[in-house]
């Protein structure tokens, strides 16, 4: 069965350090791939999205994430956090091109210190 | 252009009662998911629907629940003799075409039974 994994549930990190947080999708196909935030209290909101093309994608609030063929992968990064940045992040798998529904990762939490 | 509303925000519910969810989609989105989130896992797929029709309920439970989405009103989706294990965040989704670009989502609606 298709599956998204994601790494870490829980990162820690002070302010002004670099994020990267892992995730693996295990699917042969074609796929469309994004990551969610979660500020707390509130709904998913889209971060960046994969379709095609330049595989290193920029999305909101300074975060990008980078689509690895090989290696099934589309980890998300930013170079410097914020408090603000502090969330739930779930990596997600459409599959195929007119796919109906997403397949999420268990989501990783992500708490910044100040 | 109001987002993806669903009410209650909260919903408090004893054991064997019915639940009633209620989505309305962004304005101009035809198809709506409906997606459950448990304590600790990621989003999983319930079910999709277009005004009348259910397209997708592959990830509906066979027993109790039910989703429809009546071509005037909003989308509902139905627990009947609600268990403790239904406990959950339940995320509706809308879009404004199958497989378009990612989703818009409502804010959830948290069931607890007690």
């Known amino acids: 069965a298709q599956s998204v994994s994601q790494h870490n549930h829980h990162v820690i990190l002070s302010e002004a350090a670099s994020l990267e947080l892992g995730c693996n999708y295990s699917y042969g196909g074609t796929v469309n791939l994004f990551w969610y935030v979660q500020y707390p209290g509130q709904h998913l909101q889209l971060l960046l999205k994969?379709?095609?093309?330049?595989?290193l994608v920029k999305g909101i609030k300074g975060f990008e994430a980078e689509f690895i063929k090989s290696k099934f992968s589309f980890n998300l990064r930013k170079p410097s956090v914020q408090w603000s940045d502090t969330a739930e992040y779930f990596c997600?798998?459409?599959?195929?091109?007119?796919?109906?529904?997403?397949?999420f990762g268990a989501g990783t939490i992500l708490r910044v210190k100040s | 252009n109001a987002g993806v509303m669903q009410n209650p925000r909260h919903l408090v519910r004893r054991r064997g009662q019915e639940a009633r969810l209620r989505c309305s989609p962004m304005?101009?989105?035809?198809?709506v998911y409906w997606y459950r989130q448990l304590p600790e896992e990621g989003l999983k797929f319930m079910v999709y629907l277009q005004k009348e029709n259910i397209i997708d309920e592959s990830g509906m439970p066979k027993e109790r629940f039910s989703a429809e989405f009546p071509k005037e009103g909003p989308s509902i989706l139905r627990i009947q003799q609600v268990v403790r294990g239904d406990s959950a965040a339940y995320f509706c989704?809308?879009?404004?075409?199958?497989?378009?670009?990612?989703?818009?989502f409502g804010s959830g609606t948290r069931l607890t039974v007690v």
């Open positions: 994969y379709f095609s093309g330049d595989p």
């Open positions: 304005k101009g989105h035809s198809h």
């Open positions: 989704a809308s879009s404004p075409q199958r497989g378009d670009y990612g989703y818009t």
């Open positions: 997600a798998v459409r599959l195929g091109e007119n796919g109906n529904k997403l397949v």
